[in-house]
């Protein structure tokens, strides 16, 4: 127990007034953190909640989905009257209800190509609210990269897990994986190329009990990391709802685990901007910094045009490879199949050198490699900070 001050407010002008007797609570803590929220599904609707009743200054909330009706069942934050609506800006317009005080920013999106990874660079706290591996596998990378943590919860029937993932100090999610949770990664992928609208969610039955006490932990450790408190990195709280047993278990970590690896240096270009920095401007920093043969290099593979051999016709696309869909391979022509011309680097010989990088498929606050021999250095388009975190 701290000696600290406890500053008791006046309970009929003050929302907050009851936290103020917990010693250690910082109201000024909370209202001045950012929390990243991805996934407004069943867990994401209570994480939020419970965030907003608490007072957190921003949340950002991350979703691809539209409101269905049988998302009702499990979602506090939605009604009737939502269907058919993205579920990020449902939720963010019952979060600013619930409490008005809270800044919300609603980002609809795919997690796990469309986000820039600076944007995990700079929340104070990342709360994964999601129902399949793959993306838990795409935040763990990220979260590795720029050496953030973040808590995973997950929810079936009766049952909880939660956890939270620390860069460096035990297993990662990655760690935890078995050959057949790979596996079933590698069933959604096992087209690769273009097959990305086949990609079904595996149905998982929830209720909104599991969601509710899996999401109180998760906002109890964000909670603890916003207030730099202890949390259990690598360790799992499983909750089985029908025995009513809680225990917490400890994962080892994976030698040579994938997911183990850091971005570094990451250097922050607060003059770099997506949508007005182009690749030849970027490609000249990255040259001051690590010499004239420097190269950039993008993590995936990008799609720069499509080519009808029959028609012999390039459209020109500049799309990452992982956002394509199936029909884009069509000819629109001739119906025939086309050949994607692809690139993951910039040499400067390029003839697209005037695009900007948001003309490249690539995000605000993206993060990119710069590379001239073994020298690296991974550029930040920092200048997109201010606007990307505009909280309405
Ligand atoms: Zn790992
Ligand atoms: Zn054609």
Request: charge should be negative; aromatic fraction near 8%.
């Amino acid at each position: 127990m701290s000696e600290e001050t406890i500053i008791i407010t006046d309970p009929d002008s003050d929302r907050y007034h009851t936290f103020g007797y917990i010693s250690w609570w910082k109201q000024e803590v909370v209202r001045n953190a950012t929390v990243m929220v991805i996934g407004a599904g069943a867990l994401g609707n209570e994480v939020l909640k419970n965030l907003a009743l608490m007072g957190i200054g921003n949340l950002l909330i991350c979703d691809f989905d539209t409101i269905e009706d049988s998302n009702l069942s499990r979602s506090v934050l939605f009604r009737t009257t939502d269907n058919g609506r993205r579920k990020v800006d449902a939720a963010a317009t019952a979060v600013k209800e619930l409490n008005p005080d809270v800044n919300v920013m609603a980002w609809h999106g795919d997690i796990n190509f469309e986000m820039g990874l600076g944007v995990f660079r700079h929340v104070d706290a990342i709360v994964g609210c999601l129902d399949n591996r793959e993306a838990r596998l795409s935040i763990n990378r990220f979260s590795w990269a720029i050496q953030k943590p973040w808590i995973d919860g997950a929810i079936q029937e009766l049952m909880g897990i939660v956890r939270v993932f620390w860069p460096g100090q035990g297993a990662c999610y990655e760690c935890t994986l078995t050959d057949q949770d790979y596996q079933i990664i590698g069933l959604r992928y096992s087209c690769p190329l273009l097959a990305r609208q086949n990609l079904l969610q595996g149905k998982v039955p929830t209720t909104p009990t599991s969601a509710s006490i899996v999401a109180a932990f998760q906002t109890q450790e964000a909670l603890k990391i916003i207030h730099g408190m202890e949390v259990q990195p690598g360790k799992a709280i499983m909750i089985n709802g029908l025995t009513n047993d809680i225990y917490t278990t400890e994962y080892p970590e994976k030698k040579g685990c994938l997911s183990h690896s850091v971005l570094d240096p990451i250097i922050e270009l607060p003059e770099a901007h997506s949508n007005s920095t182009t690749l030849q401007e970027l490609l000249a920093i990255a040259r001051t910094k690590l010499g004239n043969e420097a190269i950039l290099e993008f993590d995936g593979e990008i799609v720069t045009g499509m080519y009808c051999p029959t028609c012999d016709k390039e459209e020109p696309i500049f799309k990452k490879m992982a956002r394509l869909y199936e029909n884009e391979a069509t000819c629109p022509m001739c119906n025939g199949r086309r050949d994607m011309r692809l690139t993951h680097r910039v040499t400067g010989d390029e003839p697209y050198l005037t695009r900007t990088l948001a003309q490249m498929d690539l995000p605000a606050l993206a993060i990119i490699r710069g590379r001239n021999g073994s020298k690296h250095a991974y550029f930040e388009l920092t200048g997109d900070k201010e606007t990307f975190f505009s909280f309405a």
